[in-house]
C-alpha cells in the first residue's frame, strides 16, 4: 500500500473515531484506558483528561454483580469478543445503560494485547420501554392496575388458590351516587374524587389483594387467601364503611358509599370474565337492596350450571353438524398494496341463531376438551385452505388463533404431527399460530418448548398477538420464540385521540424492530390510522379499511376489486426517509386536531363534556415538537416557528372546544375560519420541507 493511501486510511479512521456516534473506550493488557473518543465523553460526562489512566470499572454502577463481569472476562478470553447489556453510572451519579461490545485486538507492529470496547447508550429506550410498560398496566388517573394488568394478576391469584386450597373472591364495586358528583361539581372534582377512592381501597387491602379500575367509577378486587365467607364478609363491610365517609372536593363535603357484588372461587368455575359478571349481576341485587351493602352470587340458587352443561352439549353437536365456519380477513403492506396473507377467525352458523361471533360461544369452552376439538378443527381447515392456495401457486399466509390451554394440552405436538401428515404436499412456512400475549404465560416453560419445537420440527411460526398488554411484554419477545408481534387492536383504534395509546403503538413498533421481528397492526379502521402506522414504520396491518373478515369463497372477488388507497401509496417512496416520514407525521397529527374539533359542532352535550381539553404536552403535535429537536428534522430557526405558530393554534383550539362545552357553539364557529387559516400557515412551513426533500430524491 502506498504511502498516500496510508495517510489517507488513516485521516479516515481519525475522523471516523470523532464523528461516529457511538462510544468507543480502548484499553490496554492492563484494562487502563488509553483513549476514548468524544461521544463516550458525551455518554459519561468525563471529560477524556478524567478517563484516560483509569480503568472502566471505576463507572461501574454496582447494578452487575462480580459473577457477570468474571463471565464477561471469560468470553473475552476464550472467544476474543464480547457483547452485552451494562448499566454504568455518569459523572454527575445519575445511572445510564449500554449496549457494550468489547473486541481483543493485538497491534500487528508491535504484537501489543488492547480491547477496544464500543459503547451504544440505550438509556432513552429503557425508559421509553419502562413508560410502555406502565401506560399498559396501570390506569393513569388512579394508578391502578388496569383491565390487562387484571387478566395477570387474577391468572396468579387462581393459581395461588389451587396450590394452598384456600378461597378467592372476586369482586365488583361501583359506587353509590356517583353521578350526581360528576353533573353538579364537574369532571374534574370527580376525578379527585375517584383518586381518593382508589387511596382508600388500596389502604384497606392486604399487600397481595389486588384492586383494578374496571371502568368508570366500576373497580374489580382480588381477595385472596380466604378461609371462609365469613373473613371475605368482615373485610368487606370495613370497607363499605371507610368508602361511606366523608370526602373533602375542591373545599365540599361529599357524601357517598359504595355497594359490591362478590362470587367465590372455587365454588364458582371459569374464566376471570365469567366471575365477575357474576360478581356484577349480585352488586344490582346489593343496590336493589339499599346500596352501601354486600351480596354474594350464590352459585346453588343459580340455574347458570344446567344452563351451561346445554350451551356445552349445542357446541359439541355443532361440531359434528359441521356448523362452524372459517372466516378470513386479509393482512396487507399498505406500501405494496400486497396481500401478505390472511387471519382464520372462526364463526358459528347456528340453526336459530344466525351468525354467531367468537365471543358468544369461546368463553364456554374455555378449558375444557371441546375447546381442543374445535382448535383442531380449526388447524385442519385452516391447512386445506393452504393446500388450495399452493395449488394455485399463491404464496399466501394463513394465520389462526390458538389458546394456551391447547398449546399445553397433553400430546398436543402428536396431534399436530397427525394432522400434518393428512396434507403431505402444504409447505409449512406460510402456516402461523397466533397466541394473545396475556394468555400465553401462564406456563411461559412449557409454551417456549411448544413455541420452538413448532417452529424446528414443523417450520411453522409463531405470533404473539395483543401485543402490549401482557404485563413484561419486553421479556415475552426475549423468551418466545416468535416470529412478529400484532399490536392490540385497542390501542391502534385510540391512537388518533389518545396520545397515550399512540405512544404505545410508536413503542412497540420500535421495540420490534430492535428485535427483528415483524410488526403488524390490527384495527386500521380509517385511512389516518395506516398514515401513521406507515410513518411511524408499520407496513403490515389488518382492519375493517381493507376488509372485514370473509368466507373463503368471497376471496377471489375482493383480491380483483381492492385497490390500495393513494393516500398510503405516496410512502412507497418515502417509507426509508426518516425526516420525511416524520415531519409527514406532523401534518397528519395537526390535520386530526382540525378535524376532532369540527366534531365538536356535531356531538350532543353529554358527549361534549367528556371532551378532553389537553395541554399542549398531551397533544400528539405537542409530544412531536419535544422530539423533534433530537431529531434534527428541520434547522433550528424553522423549528422555533414552528412551535411557535403551533403553540398558538393549540391555544385558540383550546378557547374554541371550551366555548363549545359552555354551550357557546356559535361564538365557537366564529374561531374556525382563524384556526384554518393558522393550520394552512403550518401546513405549507412543513410541506414546504417535505417538497424540498422530494426535489433532492
Known amino acids: 500500500m502506498s504511502a498516500l493511501l496510508k495517510y489517507q486510511r488513516l485521516s479516515l479512521l481519525e475522523m471516523l473515531f470523532d464523528r461516529i456516534r457511538e462510544g468507543i473506550i480502548i484499553t490496554n493488557a492492563d484494562n487502563i484506558i488509553v483513549d476514548v473518543n468524544d461521544t463516550l465523553s458525551e455518554i459519561t460526562g468525563y471529560d477524556r483528561d478524567e478517563l484516560i489512566g483509569k480503568k472502566p470499572d471505576f463507572l461501574s454502577s454496582g447494578k452487575q454483580n462480580k459473577e457477570f463481569y468474571k463471565t464477561m472476562w471469560q468470553n473475552l478470553s476464550a472467544n476474543g469478543f464480547w457483547r452485552g447489556e451494562v448499566w454504568n453510572r455518569k459523572k454527575d451519579g445519575s445511572f445510564y445503560a449500554e449496549i457494550l461490545t468489547i473486541h481483543r485486538t493485538i497491534d500487528p507492529r508491535t504484537g501489543e494485547l488492547f480491547y477496544l470496547g464500543l459503547v451504544s447508550d440505550i438509556t432513552m429506550f429503557k425508559q421509553h420501554q419502562a413508560e410502555l410498560e406502565r401506560l399498559a398496566h396501570y390506569d393513569a388517573l388512579t394508578a391502578l392496575p388496569n383491565r390487562n394488568l387484571l387478566v395477570d394478576r387474577f391468572e396468579q391469584a387462581i393459581a395461588h388458590s389451587n396450590r394452598t386450597q384456600t378461597l378467592l373472591a372476586v369482586c365488583f364495586l361501583d359506587l353509590d351516587n356517583f353521578k350526581p358528583v360528576n353533573d353538579e361539581l364537574g369532571h374534574n372534582a370527580g376525578d379527585e374524587l375517584l383518586i381518593e377512592v382508589a387511596q382508600r381501597i388500596k389502604a384497606m387491602l392486604r399487600q397481595d389483594d389486588t384492586v383494578s379500575r374496571y371502568g368508570g367509577d366500576e373497580f374489580v378486587i382480588l381477595l385472596g387467601e380466604m378461609s371462609n365467607r365469613q373473613d371475605c364478609e368482615l373485610l368487606l363491610h370495613r370497607l363499605t364503611e371507610e368508602l361511606s365517609r366523608p370526602y373533602l372536593i375542591e373545599n365540599k363535603t361529599i357524601r357517598i358509599s359504595a355497594s359490591i357484588g362478590y362470587t367465590v372461587y372455587p365454588f364458582d368455575h371459569g374464566s376471570m370474565q365469567t366471575l365477575i359478571e357474576h360478581a356484577d349481576q349480585t352488586l344490582y341485587k346489593a343496590k336493589l337492596d339499599g346500596k352501601k351493602t354486600f351480596r354474594m352470587y350464590e352459585t346453588g340458587n343459580e340455574g347458570w350450571q344446567d344452563e351451561r352443561s346445554e350451551q356445552l352439549y349445542a357446541i359439541r353437536r355443532a361440531l359434528s353438524e359441521n356448523e362452524f365456519r372459517l372466516y378470513l380477513q386479509p393482512k396487507i403492506n399498505m406500501c405494496s398494496g400486497e396481500v401478505v396473507g390472511y387471519e382464520a377467525l372462526v364463526r358459528w352458523q347456528h340453526p336459530d341463531n344466525g351468525l354467531m361471533f367468537p365471543q358468544q360461544f369461546l368463553p364456554l369452552i374455555n378449558g375444557t376438551s371441546l375447546e381442543i376439538q374445535l382448535g383442531e378443527w380449526v388447524i385442519r381447515q385452516a391447512l386445506h385452505h393452504l393446500q388450495q392456495w399452493q395449488s394455485q401457486s399463491k404464496q399466501w399466509q394463513i394465520s389462526i388463533n390458538l389458546s394456551a390451554y391447547h398449546l399445553s ?157 393513494e393516500a398510503w401509496l405516496r410512502y412507497r417512496n418515502h417509507r426509508h426517509h426518516m425526516k420525511w416520514t416524520q415531519l409527514n407525521l406532523f401534518c397528519l397529527y395537526l390535520e386530526l386536531s382540525l378535524e376532532n374539533l369540527e366534531q365538536c359542532f356535531k356531538v350532543d352535550s353529554e358527549v361534549l363534556n367528556r371532551w378532553p381539553v389537553m395541554s399542549i404536552k398531551q397533544s400528539h403535535c405537542g409530544v412531536w415538537l419535544e422530539r423533534s429537536e433530537n431529531l434534527q428534522l428541520m434547522e433550528t430557526e424553522c423549528l422555533q416557528a414552528l412551535n411557535q405558530k403551533y403553540r398558538s393554534f393549540h391555544h385558540l383550539l383550546t378557547m374554541t372546544i371550551k366555548l363549545c362545552q359552555a354551550g357557546k357553539k356559535q361564538n365557537a364557529r366564529y374561531n374556525l375560519h382563524s384556526l384554518k387559516i393558522r393550520y394552512q400557515d403550518i401546513y405549507h412551513l412543513v410541506e414546504s420541507k417535505l417538497l424540498g426533500m422530494q426535489s433532492l430524491e
Not at 396431534?415 to 393428512?422: D, G
Not at 418466545?480 to 404505545?504: E, H
Not at 420490534?512 to 389516518?528: K, M, P, Q, W, Y
Open 409 to 565: 394440552s397433553n400430546g398436543f405436538l402428536q396431534r399436530l404431527a397427525q394432522i400434518i401428515t393428512e396434507f403431505p404436499v402444504v409447505d409449512l412456512q406460510y402456516f402461523q399460530f397466533e397466541i394473545l400475549e396475556s394468555h400465553a404465560l401462564d406456563d411461559l416453560s412449557l409454551i417456549v418448548d411448544v413455541v420452538r419445537h413448532c417452529r424446528d420440527e414443523f417450520t411453522i411460526r409463531t405470533v404473539l398477538d395483543d401485543f402490549g398488554t401482557g404485563y413484561s411484554s419486553l421479556s415475552h419477545i426475549r423468551t418466545l420464540p416468535v416470529s412478529a408481534v400484532k399490536i392490540d387492536q385497542t390501542f391502534v383504534r385510540n391512537m388518533l385521540v389518545d396520545v397515550d395509546d399512540c405512544k404505545i403503538v410508536e413503542g412497540v413498533i420500535a421495540l420490534a424492530r430492535s428485535f427483528d421481528l415483524e410488526v403488524i397492526a390490527e384495527g386500521v379502521e380509517s385511512l389516518h390510522h395506516g398514515q401513521i402506522l406507515l410513518s411511524m414504520g408499520c407496513e403490515l396491518a389488518q382492519g375493517y379499511v381493507i376488509a372485514k373478515p370473509m368466507p373463503a369463497a368471497e376471496l377471489e372477488q375482493w383480491n380483483q376489486q381492492f385497490v390500495l388507497p
